[in-house]
């Protein structure tokens, strides 16, 4: 499953695995006796620096609530996976990226203008942008900023004097 | 059909990896004329290095008739690091939640197949396997860097492009960068372009890359 990961691209469910082969139950069998939930997600996760990672998620959900879960989840899951990641690098690389200098224009004014209290649609048509242009450079943002929402966002941004408090 | 391969298992698939690079030759290289690296009869580049996701295209008796390549934009890719021009003010695609799709190509032969107002099957089988995949992994958008021949092709096949900065000379070609919806809507209205009427992704490979 790490090579797997390590490799792939694609969401890992635990429980494609083969079942019927006795390593793998041994393994999870033991693995349930320490707490380890029945169902698990294993995301990859590729970096900045072309790095490769993993961030893995447990549930004890019956099958079909942890089918509905994984599909309504996975875009969140995404997010908290790579923020995780991005978090994990700063604590040991000790490094603090220069946060104004990774944000483009255009970020920048998405900010701005949700530090003012404007909604995505007003932002949108304050920039003439659309509004998933508008949600995808605050998500950029956001991901840049190595926070896990937007409110966050803004408010790092307006911390570090990248866009003015409003 | 669309058989999902990971790069790292290219030495498991070596008939469809090869006959894959060899399209690409075919239509980046010999005919459309582009710059792109040749090795033999194949193209390929540093982009394969990083274990990006390959869409195969296959027919009757595993021909393959075309591919595309997805890599997650918080690592390289080509928009990035290849056409960063493409883009205005710096802008730099970097989300857990957008990949880029790149290398689309299709069997010449094929190409030109099309009933009626439909869409090219094999087109249309790789634009719907990007959505699909796009669901499975929790994707909002795809984005790509294209040539105005594709841009027709893409409006043909009703997939609406967001254009992101304004298109712009890349050498003898005009390239444009634009965002694709990840979504059920996108995923309906390239089926019925494409005339498909069930998922394409091959059973096995998902189940293959665990992605169940």
């Known amino acids: 499953m790490v090579r797997l990961g390590l490799t792939g691209l694609l969401p890992i469910d635990w429980a494609s695995f083969d079942y019927s082969n006795p390593k793998i139950r041994r393994i999870f069998g033991e693995a349930g006796e320490f707490g380890l939930g029945r169902q698990g997600l294993t995301i990859p996760i590729r970096g900045r620096g072309a790095e490769v990672a993993l961030f893995s998620v447990n549930s004890d959900l019956p099958d079909k609530e942890w089918a509905d879960l994984k599909k309504e989840q996975m875009r969140d899951l995404q997010l908290l ?83 003015e408090s409003v | 059909m669309i058989r999902l391969i990971s790069g790292s298992h290219r030495a498991d698939f070596p008939r469809e990896i090869a006959a894959m690079h060899e399209i690409r030759k075919r239509t980046f290289h010999d005919r459309l004329g582009w710059q792109v690296k040749t090795l033999r009869s194949w193209e390929i580049d540093e982009f394969d290095a990083l274990n990006p996701l390959y869409l195969i295209s296959t027919g009757p008796n595993d021909v393959v008739n075309g591919s595309l390549r997805l890599l997650p934009t918080t690592g390289p890719n080509m928009l990035a690091d290849v056409f960063p021009e493409l883009l205005p003010d710096g802008l730099r695609i970097e989300s857990a939640t957008v990949w880029e799709s790149s290398r689309f190509s299709v069997r010449q032969e094929i190409a030109a197949e099309r009933s009626e107002n439909l869409l090219n099957r094999t087109t249309g089988e790789l634009l719907s396997g990007i959505v699909e995949v796009g669901l499975i992994a929790g994707l909002t958008e795809v984005v790509s860097v294209y040539d105005a021949m594709f841009a027709r092709i893409l409006k043909r096949a009703n997939c609406a492009a967001e254009l992101i900065g304004k298109p712009r000379r890349l050498g003898d070609v005009m390239g444009y960068a634009a965002l694709f919806e990840i979504s059920e809507r996108m995923l309906e209205n390239l089926r019925k372009a494409a005339g498909i009427t069930e998922p394409v992704l091959e059973q096995k490979s998902i189940e293959r890359l665990a992605a169940a």
Request: aromatic share 8%; proline share 1%.
């Open chain 1, 81 to 163: 996976a790579h923020y995780f990641h991005q978090m994990v690098i700063r604590v040991e690389g000790g490094q603090i990226p220069h946060y104004e200098a990774l944000l483009s224009r255009r970020e920048k004014e998405c900010l701005q203008w949700a530090a003012a209290g404007k909604t995505i649609w007003e932002t949108s048509q304050i920039l003439k942008l659309s509004e998933r242009a508008v949600r995808l450079y605050l998500d950029i943002a956001r991901h840049k900023l190595d926070c896990l929402n937007k409110t966050q966002a803004v408010a790092k941004a307006v911390a570090l004097g990248i866009v």
